[in-house]
């Protein structure tokens, strides 16, 4: 009887949640009929805890449906085995897509430039064996930076270079969206044993999107056993996130000081020579050559990342596709028209000042006050430094914007952050944020 009424349950549970909560949630229950009760065993606490408080109800209601008079409990444990009847989700524990690595990622097309050359060179010296080198290997090494600045080009070139050099090592590559997903399906499947074998088996891993973690406090104390277990065994450990690891917050502190443990390594968006050089290397593994005055206007026009360098290029090339031409700065003026007279409609003296406000928690009518208290300062001077940095404005039209300062102030603020964003990491991520914010 219990197979049948729960047979019953389940199928109009499959119409009423989506297909993968009913994978991960419902699917693993096992259901037994005892006295006036429907007995509902889960594999663990963790499931046993979700399905009681989002699926108990719908459970009931389905049980109503059928006229049944059992009442539903959620208990951890299991029936005996000839009375188990649950679909097997086909999933393994470990997929074999984030361990491959993209070929595509190599150290020699990554275009190399100020703001990331010692980013490549970590990376490079993560792969040399350990002892071959006169400095010490990497281990753990933090990658951080925001989106498009070539974090996650590094660890797959990282990953293709240890390959060339030892085909049968095993690289691990996944984000930690994945890891939190393939965690969840192991728990429920009661297979953790698995998952951590198969997590810790290789010779590097690799975590992209760290700052997925923040605020999952069962993936980061798994996260922080195979931490400890890498790092025992003298295993490389590769992490990358969108800020350093002292700003992740909702990460537990034992986890941030242990990523701290080896190098840490920022990466700055690409300056103007480097923007200019990347566009070059790309345009050319298109098939298609771009004069330097050309690449020049698109790296001035583009500042933000790698990313929206490529979108913008691919527009260029398929403009010359199209139109049977090569490309000219003529051409690229047409073909970016209107990414680039949005860019300058977003990007104002007044959204920036509206930006600085959000991100900073302030008063429109504090940033533009005569205060000088820290605390309004220096977000009134990063504001300025946006203004002159990102629009046309002169110089005395931003004081004046600025509560009618003098055009020196703006001067000063703009110098002030200019090398306060070379020294302090905070000020470049502060800056590099109210950026992807205003999106430019």
């Known amino acids: 009887m219990s197979n049948d009424v729960w047979d019953n349950c389940r199928q109009q549970l499959k119409n009423k949640v989506a297909a993968d909560e009913y994978d991960l949630w419902i699917n693993p229950l096992q259901a037994q009929v005892e006295q006036e009760t429907l007995t509902l065993y889960a594999p663990n606490d963790f499931v046993e805890e979700h399905v009681q408080n989002n699926y108990l109800n719908l459970i009931r209601q389905a049980l109503a ?21 649950i679909e097997q989700p086909a999933q393994p524990i470990i997929d074999k897509a984030p361990s491959t690595i993209d070929s595509n990622f190599t150290f020699v097309n990554f275009v190399e430039g100020k703001t990331n050359q010692f980013a490549k060179a970590a990376a490079i010296q993560a792969t040399l064996p350990r002892g071959q080198s006169s400095l010490e290997n990497p281990n753990p090494l933090f990658f951080y930076g ?47 044993d698995k998952f951590k074998s198969d997590i810790r088996s290789a010779d590097i891993l690799m ?24 790092y025992s065994k003298n295993q490389q450990i590769i992490f990358a996130s969108d800020v350093h690891p002292k700003r992740l917050t909702g990460l ?15 990466i700055d968006p690409p300056d103007l020579e480097t923007r200019s ?44 596709q199209f139109l049977h031409k090569p490309i000219t700065i003529t051409l690229v003026k047409h073909a970016l028209h209107d ?31 005569k ?44 110098r002030k952050i200019k ?12 800056i590099q944020q109210i950026k992807e914010l205003l999106s430019c």
Not at 354 to 367: A, F, G, P, W
Not at 391 to 412: C, M, N, Q, W, Y
Not at 419 to 430: C, G, M, N, W
């Open 65 to 85: 449906s059928q006229s049944c008079p059992l009442d539903p409990i959620i208990k951890k444990g299991s029936v005996t085995s000839q009375e188990r009847k």
């Open 207 to 230: 975590i992209d999107d760290t700052q997925f973690f923040m605020n999952k406090e069962r993936s980061q104390e798994e996260l922080f056993h195979t931490f400890n277990d890498y």
């Open 146 to 192: 925001s989106v498009g600045l070539g974090k996650t080009h590094l660890m797959h070139a990282i990953g293709n270079a240890a390959l060339a050099k030892d085909p049968s090592k095993k690289i691990l590559y996944t984000h930690s969206e994945s890891f939190v997903n393939q965690m969840i399906h192991a728990l429920q499947r009661n297979k953790m």
């Open 339 to 369: 990414l680039l007279m949005a860019h300058a409609q977003l990007v104002t003296i007044d959204s920036i000042q509206q930006t600085v406000c959000k991100y900073y928690n302030l008063k429109r009518s504090e940033l533009l006050s």
């Open 252 to 266: 537990q502190e034992r986890l941030k000081s242990r990523f701290s443990w080896g190098l840490t390594v920022g």
């Open 419 to 430: 090398t306060l964003e070379q020294e302090e990491v905070e000020i470049r991520d502060d």
């Open 277 to 320: 050089a990347i566009i070059i290397s790309k345009t050319a593994a298109m098939g298609y050559d771009i004069p330097d005055d050309a690449a020049l206007f698109i790296a001035n026009s583009i500042q933000s990342n790698v990313r929206e360098l490529e979108g913008a290029l691919k527009k260029v090339v398929a403009h010359a």
């Open 371 to 414: 205060r000088r208290n820290i605390a309004l300062a220096r977000p009134r001077q990063i504001a300025m430094y946006l203004c002159k940095s990102l629009t046309s404005k002169s110089l005395p039209e931003i004081g004046e914007a600025f509560g009618g300062r003098d055009h020196t102030t703006v001067l000063h603020a703009h």
